[in-house]
């Protein structure tokens, strides 16, 4: 099963999918939302691993003799956490005004009042 | 409930055609361990002869990638600006210094002796490995971001083990907000220099050094200390706004 790192990928892309459409919380579902950028970080990395391949530091190891796992799609990574980092404060935020405002987290019951 | 069955058999019917497209695309990526790319190994052939710089990974953020590093860190800043923006109270709710209305049963529970012991002696050490991580992120796996979620987090251990009003004390909102926009301020600066001395934006105007060394590669390690001090102090005044709600109401008299 060579291909498991990518399946991995895809299988955690859609538990949280399915978790952020069936959730019944605000702050679960902004949870469920990190799972399914969780799926990315497996995606970038798994992508970028070459059999055998060392962490990109050059301190003992030279380039050319030896074999190095992809920093580009790392360096990717890393801004995708970042990236993930700020949306989930900022909803996490938007979720305590709502309850300041409504006192309830549950999305049906947001919807209902708005009806 | 038949609406929520309804909803999630729609949910199911995407779901299963979302799963067959993504598994049929993801296994016709190139064979897992076997990636051709040539940038990879330009990347590697460059980082030496050009910055001699061991971190790779440093090489791509802070230098290939400066630019999108600076945006990467804008991103953040602007999320903590939206973040306070959001949360400030406004007129007709609960007042500026006041608690909010918590569920019941849901309180924070009462510190407890332990974390009170482990807590002072575990917040310097993980401060001195954040700043280690951070000044080697040139050499060392690590960097700027990384170090400042280290040392954000273990500042957070304050509020674990003491509650708001310690947290409040050690951590002075004002002044980390202002650190925050000078090491954000500092990339930016950083960059215009090396306009004004004629190269490209951002490009390295420090002498070299030698590889493996501290003061090595450039401009990489000051502006992966800049990001990092970024991150930390921002990571800390997103922290400050979202304890605010808080306010240490319902700690342990809730249980």
């Given at each position: 099963m060579d291909e498991l790192p990518y399946l991995t990928a895809g299988w955690v892309f859609l538990v949280g999918l399915y978790g952020m459409a069936t959730s019944r919380n605000l702050v679960h579902q902004v949870m469920c939302l990190s799972v399914v950028q969780s799926a990315t970080y497996v995606l970038l990395l798994s992508s970028g691993y070459r059999q055998g391949g060392l962490a990109?530091?050059?301190i003992d190891a030279k380039p050319g003799s030896t074999?190095?796992?992809?920093?580009?799609?790392?360096?990717?990574?890393?801004?995708?956490?970042?990236v993930g980092a700020a949306v989930t404060a900022l909803l996490l935020a938007i979720i305590v005004r709502v309850w300041r405002v409504k006192h309830t987290l549950?999305?049906?019951?947001?919807?209902?009042?708005?009806? | 409930?038949?609406?929520?069955?309804?909803?999630?058999?729609?949910?199911?019917?995407?779901?299963?055609?979302?799963?067959?497209?993504?598994?049929?695309?993801?296994?016709?990526?190139?064979?897992?361990?076997?990636i051709r790319g040539s940038y990879e190994t330009q990347i590697e052939a460059a980082a030496l002869r050009e910055r001699r710089v061991a971190n790779l990974d440093a090489f791509v953020n802070f230098d290939y990638r400066a630019l999108d590093t600076l945006g990467e860190e804008f991103i953040f800043l602007t999320a903590i600006v939206g973040l306070s923006l959001v949360l400030r109270r406004l007129p007709g709710e609960v007042e500026e210094g006041q608690p909010l209305p918590m569920i019941p049963g849901r309180s924070a529970p009462a510190p407890d002796e332990l974390t009170q012991w482990i807590t002072p002696a575990f917040v310097p050490a993980l401060v001195v490995l954040g700043v280690y991580v951070l000044?080697?992120?040139?050499?060392?796996?690590?960097?700027?971001?990384?170090?400042?979620?280290?040392?954000?987090?273990?500042?957070?251990?304050?509020?674990?083990?003491?509650?708001y009003s310690a947290f409040r004390h050690t951590i002075n909102q004002e002044k980390t907000e202002a650190v925050e926009a000078v090491a954000a301020a500092g990339y930016i600066a950083m960059g215009l220099v090396a306009l004004a001395s004629g190269a490209a934006f951002l490009a390295n105007i420090l002498p070299l050094g030698k590889t493996g060394e501290l003061?090595?590669?450039?401009?990489?390690?000051?502006?992966?200390?800049?990001?990092?001090?970024?991150?930390?102090?921002?990571?800390?005044?997103?922290?400050?706004?979202?304890?605010?709600e808080t306010q240490d109401r319902g700690r342990g008299d809730d249980g």
């Open positions: 990109p530091i050059l074999t190095f796992v992809d920093p580009v799609v790392q360096a990717l990574a890393l801004t995708d956490i970042v549950d999305p049906d019951a947001l919807t209902r009042e708005e009806s | 409930m038949s609406a929520t069955r309804l909803r999630t058999g729609v949910l199911l019917i995407g779901l299963v055609a979302l799963g067959l497209t993504l598994g049929w695309s993801l296994l016709n990526l190139h064979e897992y361990g076997d000044i080697h992120g040139h050499l060392t796996p690590g960097g700027g971001f990384q170090a400042g979620a280290i040392i954000g987090s273990a500042l957070a251990m304050i509020y674990v083990a003491f509650g003061y090595s590669a450039g401009t990489i390690w000051l502006l992966n200390d800049l990001t990092g001090a970024e991150v930390s102090f921002g990571f800390l005044t997103m922290l400050a706004e979202f304890l605010r």
